[in-house]
């Protein structure tokens, strides 16, 4: 299993939690982004440049993703493409995206896009807190310890 990260986006304090999960689980954290993004040296961690565009970055997680996979995205949309095909998906807030939870999700953003094509100006996400942080530790250490069962058993 591997951990894909859209990181394009991510917040710095999320990917360094994801390099020490890399190398204290042992599992592989891949970076996908349209432009060079500094990693650690880590034969665990690796990073995947994809040409610019639109939904260039999301096409090639779902290309890669395998059932069971983790996918950390702010995108609705990927996040709904990865349960789809069997992965898993978190927000960098510690959202943790499911199939009975998605629709709804894609709903408010469908509703908040019309809003700013009618322009209303609806201002961007609020700065990551300790309590996001927090919050995307935690769902981060449930998925490890799964994997981990899985991976001894």
């Known amino acids: 299993m591997t951990i894909w990260v859209d990181a394009d986006a991510c917040p710095g304090p999320i990917k360094t939690q994801l390099f020490?999960?890399?190398?204290?689980?042992g599992v592989d954290v891949v970076l996908v982004a349209n432009h060079p993004l500094p990693t650690p040296r880590s034969k665990r961690v690796r990073?995947?440049?994809?040409?610019?565009?639109?939904?260039v970055?999301?096409?090639a997680i779902v290309a890669q993703l395998a059932g069971g996979d983790l996918v950390i995205t702010s995108d609705i949309?990927?996040?709904?493409?990865?349960?789809?095909?069997?992965?898993?998906?978190?927000s960098p807030r510690?959202?943790?995206?499911?199939?009975?939870?998605?629709r709804g999700r894609q709903v408010q953003r469908e509703f908040m896009q019309t809003l700013r094509e009618?322009?209303?100006t609806t201002g961007g996400p609020p700065p990551l807190h300790a309590r996001d942080k927090q919050a995307f530790a935690a769902m981060l250490e449930r998925w490890l310890n799964r994997y981990q069962r899985k991976r001894s058993s």
Request: net charge negative; hydrophobic share 50%; proline share 2%.
């Open 57 to 59: 970055a999301d096409n």
């Open 94 to 102: 510690g959202e943790v995206f499911s199939p009975d939870s998605i």
């Open 47 to 55: 990073f995947m440049q994809v040409a610019s565009g639109f939904d």
């Open 118 to 120: 009618s322009g209303v």
């Open 20 to 25: 020490r999960a890399a190398d204290r689980v």
């Open 77 to 90: 949309e990927l996040a709904a493409e990865v349960l789809a095909k069997g992965g898993e998906a978190i």
